[in-house]
């Protein structure tokens, strides 16, 4: 018990525990649609293009996630707009914003700040969680969650049969935007615990490691969410003792629980 | 883009309308210069099943989409039992083509027949127990009770498309337009469906079929629309399927005394 309470003592680092704890929520609720509906790229790619967003809101001494909510924003509409007329795949858009805003971001990065405040926002702080960045991701928590549990059944149609959907009348593309606002919203917060490299395999992992083993949506969305708190818990505490960063940490541990579900799906298929 | 869909319908059907009707249907999408229907105009009425027959690239499922309303009309109008289609999707449902669904998706047999009560439904409301019968009822239809707990994309290709009939069963629609139904199904499915139509039309609802599969025509339709950006020929399947329409349409003649569905 001793083990586990000591490192609480510290304030910051129960914020640290929390706020990490509440972004693998978001991020792990997510996954399943991210993994399933083929939105890792774009995940990857709003967490890194929010950089510009999350400079200026440094420059100004307002709170990041305002800065980088905004840049993410932006980043939705650009490629919307690049990707709409056709012309263009949705992956070459979302290839060519990326680059451009990551690039942007980085060179003013660089006018602006040390290379520590770089590394904390390339793979993340979270020492540095603030009862203020508390408060915003509980509301970003909840709105992802009820987001999630009121448009459940209009998610599931438009992601297995959008022709289906548009003929009820429910616009597949309403629910692209809104997955998409509950993604920028979740991205944007998860920066601050694992940073913006490593945002993505938050968002991909546990989706990708519950599918192996269950091909139910509800139980991979449930289990999506035990394997991230564990990996989180983990993470945190082998940071603590082992003096390691805790962003690569819990990702690592995410990634031993994914290779462990691959072994439990090859065992059980070799079994059958 | 519509923020609402489903929930109740409040326009009741016209009496003695049309299930659905045409008139003078020209359509061009953007991205191209060329029309992909031209002057269709068509009248089909309850207790129809109508087979839409045409080469490809004939606008057989561009017509499916704009009696939806799922693409924007560029000339005429399209009316369901009397009213444009948008203003009340209960009344129209679709099996939509094979390769528009996601196959993979984790998602239950029982769940995506439960996806044709959506429209009744709308958004946040949760099914209710009339919805619950519905879907037994029509996996009981199809005859894949047993299979409901499983993930479709373990299915194969005729199972698949029962599921997809059985939605529209559930979604409880008096026009039902299936866009390629036949291909990847084995012989029961296919004799399942037809039974399940014919049964379906008995009872005054309208069936519009589109298909490659010419050797079905004249068993399984009572009426057979020959599309090749315009109407070529309409009318009973074995007046419709003539060598000359055959030729025009797919552009090769048969030999004299070849007949499509005795041969």
């Known amino acids: 018990m001793e083990f586990l309470i000591e490192p609480l003592r510290y304030s910051f680092m129960l914020r640290g525990l929390g706020g990490g704890l509440l972004t693998a929520l978001a991020c792990a609720a997510l996954s399943a649609f991210v993994v399933w509906r083929g939105m890792s790229f774009m995940g990857d790619a709003l967490a890194h293009s929010v950089l510009p967003g999350i400079v200026v809101a440094y420059m100004l001494g307002v709170s990041l996630f305002w800065g980088a909510l905004g840049a993410a924003i932006l980043v939705v509409i650009g490629i919307g707009l690049i990707s709409r007329r056709g012309q263009l795949g949705e992956d070459a858009a979302i290839g060519v914003v990326f680059a451009g805003f990551f690039a942007l971001g980085i060179l003013m990065l660089s006018k602006v700040a040390t290379f520590s405040d770089l590394s904390h926002i390339l793979f993340g702080n979270i020492l540095g969680v603030s009862s203020g960045d508390l408060v915003i991701m509980t509301v970003v928590v909840v709105i992802v969650l009820t987001g ?82 564990v990996a989180t818990i983990v993470g945190f505490y082998a940071s ?12 690592l541990t995410l990634t031993v629980m994914f290779v462990l579900c691959g072994l439990y799906s090859l065992v059980r298929k070799v079994r059958q | 883009m519509r923020l609402h869909y489903g929930g109740q319908c409040h326009l009741p059907a016209r ?20 029309d992909v229907l031209r002057g269709v105009s068509l009248t089909v009425s309850p207790g129809e099943r109508v087979a839409l027959v045409g ?50 998706f984790p998602i239950t047999v029982r769940q995506v027949v439960m996806m044709g009560r959506y429209v009744h439904l709308g ?101 057979a629309l020959f599309l090749d950006k315009r109407i070529i020929a309409d009318g009973s399947p074995k007046e419709v399927l003539t060598p000359e329409t055959i030729a025009e349409a797919y552009g090769f003649e048969f030999h004299k005394d070849y007949h499509p569905w005795n041969s």
């Open chain 2, 55 to 104: 080469p490809n690239g004939a606008g057989k499922s561009t017509l499916l989409k704009l009696i939806l309303g799922m693409e924007h009309l560029s000339r005429g109008t399209i009316d369901v039992f009397g009213r444009p289609a948008t203003h009340c999707l209960h009344r129209v449902a679709i099996v939509p083509q094979r390769s528009t669904v996601d196959w993979r």
């Open chain 1, 148 to 229: 999630i549990i009121l448009s459940y059944k209009e998610i599931l149609t438009a992601s297995f049969d959008p022709a289906h959907a548009s003929a009820i009348g429910l616009s597949p593309g309403l629910v692209r935007y809104l997955i998409l606002t509950m993604l920028a919203l979740t991205t944007v917060v998860a920066i601050q615990t694992v940073g913006v490299v490593l945002v993505l395999a938050l968002l991909v992992t546990p989706g990708a490691a519950a599918s192996l083993v269950s091909r139910r949506l509800g139980r991979i969305i449930i289990l999506s969410v035990i394997m991230s708190i």
């Open chain 2, 123 to 223: 958004w946040f409301k949760r099914p209710k127990p009339a919805d619950f019968e519905a879907v037994g009822a029509a996996l009981d239809t199809m005859d894949i009770t047993e299979l409901a707990d499983r993930q479709v994309g373990e299915l194969s290709g005729g199972q698949q498309q029962r599921v997809m009939l059985a939605r529209t069963l559930a979604h409880d629609a008096d026009l039902m337009l299936l866009d390629e139904p036949l291909n990847h199904v084995d012989i029961t499915t296919q004799e399942l469906i037809f039974h399940t139509l014919e049964r379906i039309t008995a009872m005054g609802k309208a069936v519009i079929v589109s298909t490659h599969d010419l050797g079905v025509l004249t068993v399984h339709f009572t009426r």
């Open chain 2, 15 to 34: 009496e003695g309308a049309a299930a659905l009707q045409l008139n003078n249907v020209s359509h061009r999408y953007a991205s191209t210069s060329e």
């Open chain 1, 240 to 251: 603590y003792y082992a003096d390691v960063a805790s962003g690569p940490a819990i990702v």
